[in-house]
């Protein structure tokens, strides 16, 4: 049974502290997302993958967040410094295509004090 | 823009029917999805519809597409308790791979 997955699932930091997410896309997806879900807006998108090249990173804040694909099988999203108002849970997702449903990970829910 | 509105909660009776409505402004929209969201999991793909097409039944789900209204439903049939979970409506557009969410409506079932 393929599925996205995600690590840790549990993140509790202090202010100011460096985050880093990991994601697993299933075998052969060539598409990966990095998607954060909070109370007051929904899930965003923050950013996208094809065939590990950045297509857009519009979503997100530029000056602290980087998302990086090292290989095909490892999605990485890094948050430096990390601030309160990051606190949400953040999903990984991949596709096999521009058309292809996406499948979603557990989640990383992230907590900064 | 694209937006997908939804409402935001649901009520409805173990057995009895539900049907969560979404809309979006998007006219060129190509696909429309609705995903469930259990607490503490990730999205579930629950089906989805092409725009060329008005109706979709898998099982107990039922899905409406109005192109005219731009308008969106699911009917889950003989709901269950199990059924209770936020459900997502998604669009996306022809070449694209980025979704457009609404913020979900959560779905209560009373036994």
């Known amino acids: 049974d393929a599925r996205v997955t995600q690590t840790p699932r549990h993140k509790v930091t202090e202010m100011g502290q460096e985050v880093t997410m990991r994601c697993q896309p299933i075998?052969?997806?060539?598409?990966v997302f990095w998607y954060r879900q909070t109370m007051m807006q929904g899930l965003e998108l923050l950013a996208y993958?094809?065939?590990?090249?950045?297509?857009?990173d519009s979503g997100m804040p530029k000056d602290r967040f980087s998302a990086e694909m090292p290989d095909a099988t490892l999605a990485t999203l890094k948050i430096q410094p990390s601030e309160p108002r990051d606190s949400a849970v953040y999903f990984c997702a991949s596709g096999l295509g521009p058309t292809d449903t996406q499948y979603f990970g557990p989640g990383t829910r992230l907590t900064v004090l | 823009g694209e937006d997908v509105e939804q409402s935001l909660f649901l009520s409805v009776r173990e057995g009895d029917s539900s049907v969560i409505n979404c809309t979006y402004t998007?006219?060129?929209?190509?696909?429309l999805y609705w995903y469930k969201q259990e607490p503490g999991a990730g999205l579930q793909l629950l089906t989805y519809i092409f725009s060329n097409m008005d109706m979709k039944q898998d099982q107990r789900l039922t899905v409406l597409l109005n192109k005219k209204d731009k308008h969106l439903s699911l009917r889950i049939a003989d709901t269950q308790t199990g059924d209770s979970a936020i459900y997502f409506c998604a669009e996306s557009m022809e070449g694209y791979s980025t979704l457009t969410f609404g913020k979900g409506t959560m779905l209560l079932v009373s036994p």
């Open positions: 993958f094809r065939n590990r090249a950045p297509l857009d």
């Open positions: 075998l052969g997806h060539n598409t």
């Open positions: 998007d006219s060129s929209s190509t696909y």
